[in-house]
Each structure stands twice: as C-alpha cells, then as structure tokens.
C-alpha cells in the first residue's frame, strides 16, 4: 500500500549537541556527559542499521572545537578510541563499515593509527556506512578542496581550460565526503539552531530538524521520531509540483 510505504533518508546526519549541559544538569563534570552520549551512539547506530538507512554521519569533534580545555579536549579523544576499541566488534556483526572524515594531521599517530585499523577491517562491511566528522569544518573542507586544485593546475599548466571547466558535482568530488552522498536529514539536538561549520557545501539541499532533547538522552525513539517527521517532508528541490 503506497501510504504504508516509510520513506528513509538514504543518508541521515547528526550534530550530536548537549553533552556538557546534560552532565551539569546532574552536577557533573562536563566529561561525564560526552561519556553518556557514547551510549547515543551505539544506539542510534543500531536504529539507523534496523530502519535501513545506508549512511549514518556523526559530527564528533569540530575544528573549533580544538579551542576547549586541554582536558576536556584529551578526554575527548580518549573517549573516540576506547569506543573505536569497544565497538568494533559490534561493527562487524552488524555489517557496518566505518569511516572517520575531518583534518587528520591534527590528530595524534596512535589515534591516527587506531581509525586506520577500525576503517580497513569494516571496508568492505556493506549494511551501513558510520561515518565520523573528527576535526571538520566546512570551510576547512572546501578550503582543502580549493588547495588541491592549485596544486594540481600549478603542476599541471596545461589542464587550465580542463579544470576552469569543472561542474559543480566534480568540485564534489575534492571535498572529503567524495564517496560520501549528501545528507538527505541533519538532525541537531540540545535546542541549538545553527550549523557551526559543518557541511556547508553537502547541506545545501538537506532537510533540518532541530530537537531540545540534548545528545546523551537521543535514544532509538527519538531517532525513530526524527525519520517519521522527515518521511512528512516535501522536498521540492526549487522546483514546481
Ligand atoms: C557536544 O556536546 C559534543 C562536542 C561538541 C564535542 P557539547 O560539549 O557541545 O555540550 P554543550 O553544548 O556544552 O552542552
Ligand atoms: C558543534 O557543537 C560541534 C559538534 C557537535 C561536534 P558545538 O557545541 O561545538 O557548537 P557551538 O559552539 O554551539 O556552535
Ligand atoms: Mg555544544
């Protein structure tokens, strides 16, 4: 029956926000909560694996985000490899393959190599691609992109015309998110209302839903929630129905 039929975004992405009120809320120390919002995680993961969407992208640690605390920046990355350790298994028996995007010079050679081992043993896992934004910023990213084609005309003089040619689905292709699809849904939680640098390129047609509930209390439900109000949506792309 066409009514009965669910449509799911074939690429959902979530700004996980909320982590440090929550943990205050209960007289915690901030940490506390980014170590909650693990278990968001994994439970988002398993729904996104359930309801059938193919890519699932997490927005983990932003450029800006390098300018917290010292500590709270170390446990952060601390609490992204005893993860990575823990869930790997996980990973495996439900198929999923994972990915971590983001400027990875900024971070250290045994995380680095950490995210290199979990990438290579999932690569060919084909149920759900997990994608993790570690150390993104979309100006970072079409900045990158830009560099590389300066590099590439510097070495390569005589491909001007060729790449003053490029379209825009090409320029795509020298962003990070390359083999990644555009975000069909941006879910961002805890109340904020903005993007704070993240895909500004790969957004541009996405859908938006803005939730109070903050990261460590988004759970199965309110994953379920978020792809019901996206399957109400009308997208319309600048054109006439
Ligand atoms: C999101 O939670 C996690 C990261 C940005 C790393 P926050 O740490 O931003 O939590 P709030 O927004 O301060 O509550
Ligand atoms: C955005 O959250 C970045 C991540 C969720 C990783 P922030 O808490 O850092 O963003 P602002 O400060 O509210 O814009
Ligand atoms: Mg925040």
Redesign the pocket.
């Known amino acids: 029956m066409e009514e009965d039929k669910k449509i799911i975004p074939r690429h959902v992405s979530i ?3 909320g982590n ?1 009120r929550w943990a205050c809320e209960r007289g915690k120390e901030r940490v506390f909560g980014h170590a909650a919002g693990v278990e968001s995680v994994r439970a988002c993961t398993e729904a996104a694996v359930e309801e059938g969407v193919k890519y699932l992208s997490l ?4 450029e ?2 390098w300018g917290r605390p010292e500590d709270e920046v170390h446990t952060l990355m601390e609490l992204m490899v005893k993860a990575m350790k823990e869930e790997l298994p996980t990973l495996m028996k439900n198929d999923v393959r994972f990915v971590v995007l983001g400027n990875r010079g900024r971070l250290s050679d045994s995380l680095n190599a950490m995210i290199d081992d979990c990438m290579q043993t999932t690569a060919s896992n084909g149920r759900l691609t997990l994608v993790v ?1 570690l150390s993104y910023s979309g100006k970072w990213d079409i900045l990158q992109a830009a560099k590389g084609l300066l590099e590439e005309l510097a070495g390569h003089p005589e491909r001007k015309e060729e790449l003053l040619g490029m379209d825009i689905m090409e320029f795509g292709k020298r962003l990070v998110t390359a083999d990644i699809p555009d975000p069909d849904l941006i879910i961002r939680t ?1 109340g ?1 209302c ?1 993007l ?3 895909m500004l390129w790969q957004a541009a047609y996405s859908e938006f839903i803005f939730t109070d509930v903050l ?1 460590p209390d988004f759970r199965k439900p309110e994953f379920r929630a978020a792809l019901a109000e996206y399957a109400k949506r009308d997208r319309r792309y600048g054109k006439v129905k």
């Open positions: 700004i996980m926000d440090g927005f983990a640690f932003s800006e985000n934004f805890s904020e903005r704070s640098n993240y990261w």
